[in-house]
């Protein structure tokens, strides 16, 4: 994997971004289990995320911080289809978003490029279309920016290629959390043609950088873009799950997920970095109805590890939100 000097030095201080997708649910009973076909619920938000903030109340780093959590809100296309507003989420939630916002937290954006196919009559990932793509993703941007201060976001699908990077960029953001370093994917929506779950972090780094103007996975040398991309914390998967992986033709490391099980993502947790940001995301859906590959209980569980290890590797752990990476790396 190749290095980047932004944010290479040693760090005595860990600094930890817990990163929340803000997405409806699709894999929770009484859903559809298929996002593509556009049915839209929020139960992860409305009941799983209350009861989390709940159960972590008194979670604090080694320096006796609160832990923070970085909201990375749906505004886009869809959004705007489903609901009249692509900032929808922001205002049905407004009050909880104030909420967190006075304890600490940072609102992000989350946009993704579902699109509709009439013919197809279900959604799909478009990832083609450069007109269509610049116009979801700057009246997603506008949208939510009239009612926060957008200085963070996150890729859905962490799908990112060279033009949707300098948009971001050019919209002004400071801090993107795309990247899952060594990690692709490439798929379809069965019995169709049409793309979904689409991403290539193959080339890219762990440490953070200032991406090429003509390769968004590689840091630029004296020709980049001013936005910052802090790549999530990967890690190389065990012997079982590896086999596993290249049978179904996956990557062979694995996100830190906090909602994971612990079994299979404790490679994460339990081998913090040293000289990098620690970076990782979950899904509210995650968090309802336990079931053998999520949990709420795991998350509470994986982040106590991973103030564990901190403490055996003489790193001082530190809650923060994504944006604060900007100044600490050489934004």
């Given at each position: 994997?190749?290095?980047?000097?932004?944010?290479?030095?040693?760090?005595?201080?860990?600094?930890?971004?817990?990163?929340?997708?803000?997405?409806?649910?699709?894999?929770?009973?009484?859903?559809?289990?298929?996002?593509?076909?556009?049915?839209?619920?929020?139960?992860?938000?409305?009941?799983?995320?209350?009861?989390?903030?709940?159960?972590?109340?008194?979670?604090?780093?080694?320096?006796?911080?609160?832990?923070?959590?970085?909201?990375?809100?749906?505004?886009?296309?869809?959004?705007?289809?489903?609901?009249?507003?692509?900032?929808?989420?922001?205002?049905?939630?407004?009050?909880?978003?104030?909420?967190?916002?006075?304890?600490?937290?940072?609102?992000?954006?989350?946009?993704?490029?579902?699109?509709?196919?009439?013919?197809?009559?279900?959604?799909?990932?478009?990832?083609?279309?450069?007109?269509?793509?610049?116009?979801?993703?700057?009246?997603?941007?506008?949208?939510?920016?009239?009612?926060?201060?957008?200085?963070?976001?996150?890729?859905?699908?962490?799908?990112?290629?060279?033009?949707?990077?300098?948009?971001?960029?050019?919209?002004?953001?400071?801090?993107?959390?795309?990247?899952?370093?060594?990690?692709?994917?490439?798929?379809?929506?069965?019995?169709?043609?049409?793309?979904?779950?689409?991403?290539?972090?193959?080339?890219?780094?762990?440490?953070?950088?200032?991406?090429?103007?003509?390769?968004?996975?590689?840091?630029?040398?004296?020709?980049?873009?001013?936005?910052?991309?802090?790549?999530?914390?990967?890690?190389?998967?065990?012997?079982?799950?590896?086999?596993?992986?290249?049978?179904?033709?996956?990557?062979?490391?694995?996100?830190?997920?906090?909602?994971?099980?612990?079994?299979?993502?404790?490679?994460?947790?339990?081998?913090?970095?040293?000289?990098?940001?620690?970076?990782?995301?979950?899904h509210p859906e995650?968090?309802?109805?336990?079931?053998?590959?999520f949990g709420m209980?795991?998350?509470?569980?994986?982040?106590?590890?991973?103030?564990?290890?901190?403490?055996?590797?003489?790193?001082?752990?530190?809650?923060?939100?994504?944006?604060?990476?900007?100044?600490?790396?050489?934004?």
């Amino acid at each position: 994997m190749r290095q980047s000097s932004v944010g290479a030095s040693h760090m005595a201080i860990l600094p930890i971004a817990v990163v929340v997708d803000v997405d409806p649910d699709w894999r929770i009973a009484g859903t559809s289990g298929t996002a593509y076909v556009g049915n839209l619920q929020w139960e992860g938000l409305r009941r799983g995320i209350p009861e989390l903030l709940h159960r972590l109340e008194g979670f604090c780093d080694s320096q006796g911080t609160p832990i923070r959590f970085t909201w990375m809100l749906r505004s886009d296309n869809q959004m705007a289809t489903v609901y009249g507003e692509p900032a929808h989420i922001a205002d049905e939630f407004a009050d909880f978003w104030a909420s967190r916002v006075q304890a600490g937290d940072e609102i992000g954006w989350h946009p993704h490029t579902w699109r509709y196919s009439e013919a197809e009559q279900l959604w799909y990932q478009e990832r083609s279309d450069e007109d269509w793509i610049r116009d979801c993703l700057v009246n997603g941007f506008q949208s939510l920016s009239r009612r926060f201060p957008v200085r963070v976001s996150k890729a859905g699908w962490t799908y990112h290629d060279n033009q949707t990077m300098r948009i971001v960029s050019d919209l002004g953001v400071k801090v993107d959390v795309s990247a899952i370093p060594g990690m692709s994917y490439r798929a379809v929506i069965p019995g169709t043609s049409l793309p979904l779950g689409e991403y290539d972090w193959s080339r890219s780094p762990q440490e953070p950088y200032h991406p090429r103007t003509d390769d968004y996975q590689l840091p630029g040398n004296g020709s980049a873009l001013p936005i910052l991309e802090v790549p999530n914390w990967t890690f190389p998967l065990g012997t079982t799950r590896r086999f596993l992986h290249r049978l179904r033709n996956r990557s062979w490391r694995d996100f830190a997920n906090p909602a994971k099980k612990a079994s299979l993502v404790g490679g994460a947790f339990r081998n913090p970095p040293y000289s990098v940001p620690f970076i990782c995301y979950f899904h509210p859906e995650e968090l309802l109805e336990p079931s053998w590959l999520f949990g709420m209980s795991e998350v509470v569980t994986n982040l106590k590890k991973l103030l564990v290890a901190c403490n055996n590797r003489g790193l001082k752990s530190r809650f923060v939100v994504a944006s604060d990476l900007y100044d600490s790396n050489g934004g």
